[in-house]
């Protein structure tokens, strides 16, 4: 899960992976999302990768200071992620970034999805009954974890777009798939980008 909420169409921590996430694991440094953003560079530069071959900068098998800074520091920025983004990093079944996005735009603020009943879940498009049991029944567990992310400064609600407060929406109502490349953006990047506008992306 940690590698997945620090992956680039979430998170987007640059340099956070399956290693990594194993060695903080391993030092008991990182039992949940939350813990990632309590972490500070001296205890990530002194945790031993799992592998004692890995030899880090000057010959240390430690992680080091400046990966730990570089980490540090995309932990920070991870906060400033769209609302979107938190929601898919949760990992609660049949959340994925598509969902993620869904759900945001539906509910708008992370308060409002959190009380959110299974009804008003289901009302959701693409979501239904059984998924929406799923999501309540996830947010209610990760309750703790995701108390603990609001604290640390997450985004909480969709931020509104120049376009959104003059109900100018270009794409309001319409169907989008984005195929192909697009010159300074990701799929991920270019699908958020349309929802701003107002289209609904399918995949």
């Known amino acids: 899960l940690l590698t997945y909420a620090a992956g680039r169409d979430v998170w987007d921590i640059d340099g956070f992976g399956a290693e990594i996430a194993s060695a903080l694991i391993d030092a008991d440094l990182v039992r949940d999302l939350a813990d990632l953003f309590s972490l500070t560079a001296e205890q990530i530069a002194a945790v031993p990768y799992p592998r004692s071959s890995r030899v880090t900068e000057r010959g240390s098998h430690r992680i080091g200071q400046t990966t730990a800074e570089k980490l540090v520091a995309g932990i920070a920025s991870a906060t400033g992620q769209p609302l979107a983004r938190h929601i898919t990093a949760l990992g609660i079944k049949g959340t ?70 003059t109900d100018a929406v270009p794409l309001a109502g319409q169907r989008v798939v984005i195929t192909g490349a697009i010159e300074g953006l990701n799929r991920t990047e270019a699908q958020e980008a349309a929802e701003r506008l107002g289209a609904i992306v399918s995949g």
Request: charged fraction near 20%.
């Open 96 to 165: 994925g970034r598509r969902m993620g996005r869904a759900l945001a735009a539906h509910f708008s603020t992370l308060d409002a999805l959190r009380a959110a009943s299974v009804e008003e879940l289901a009302d959701v498009e693409g979501v239904g009954q059984l998924k929406a049991m799923s999501i309540r029944a996830g947010l209610q567990t990760l309750s703790e974890v995701i108390d603990r992310l609001v604290a640390a400064g997450i985004t909480t609600q969709t931020a509104p777009t120049p376009a959104a407060e």
